[in-house]
């Protein structure tokens, strides 16, 4: 299997240790996960790519050729401070700007459901590169549920950290949402995994409605059918 991410190197003063976090924290298991999908030296655009943590991850584990965009002026900054090539973009508008197979991989890290035409992104994203990785947070996890079925109010988790009046998140989604929207775009999945909260794999000999029920997200490897 292919695999690829993101990474690119400029010249100037020495950084922070790229394989941690910005305080020196373990990387996050998610991110693990998605640095484990990509191959050394592949071309990867990460896409919504926040401060930087996953690309700057990819770039010190895999030496990856990388851009990012990032729609955030301040996410824009931090990226570039860790001497990645990151610009200052629109998921929703800008990569129908990018040419077709210009990457092996395109990454969406926590942010299809920030986006307001997720199908359309997913579809841009597998025309401009050859397979994608997408990862969510799953608004089909117990703990969703009981918030909406006994508290009768939105959830706020871990992974869902912001109340309904100041959330980003415009289109919650649960795992079997994301493996229809796959469908519907001509997508094949060629890897999936859950995540509980401790951010450990939901074991894999599981059925979907296992998967949808305890995994807090969901990871996804795809290419195009």
Known sequence: MNRAVLAARTAGAPGPDLRTGSAGEAPRRDHLLVSRMVAPGSRVLDVGCGDGTLLALLAAQNGVDGRGIELSRDGVSDCLAKGLAVIQGDADTDLADYPDDVFDYVVLSQTLQ????????????????????????????????????????????????????????????????????????????????????????????????FWNLFGEQGVFLLSRR
């Open 114 to 209: 920030a986006t307001r035409q997720p199908k359309v992104v997913l579809e841009h994203m597998l025309r401009i590169g050859r397979r994608a990785i997408v990862s969510f947070p799953n608004f089909g996890h117990w703990r969703v549920r009981w918030e909406l079925g006994v508290r009768g109010r939105m959830p706020v988790t871990d992974n869902l950290p912001h109340s309904w009046y100041d959330t980003p998140n415009i289109h919650f989604c649960t795992m079997r949402d994301f493996v229809q929207l796959c469908r519907a775009s001509g997508a094949r999945i060629e890897e999936a995994h859950a995540l509980d909260a401790s951010g450990q794999p939901v074991r894999w000999h599981m059925p979907w409605w």
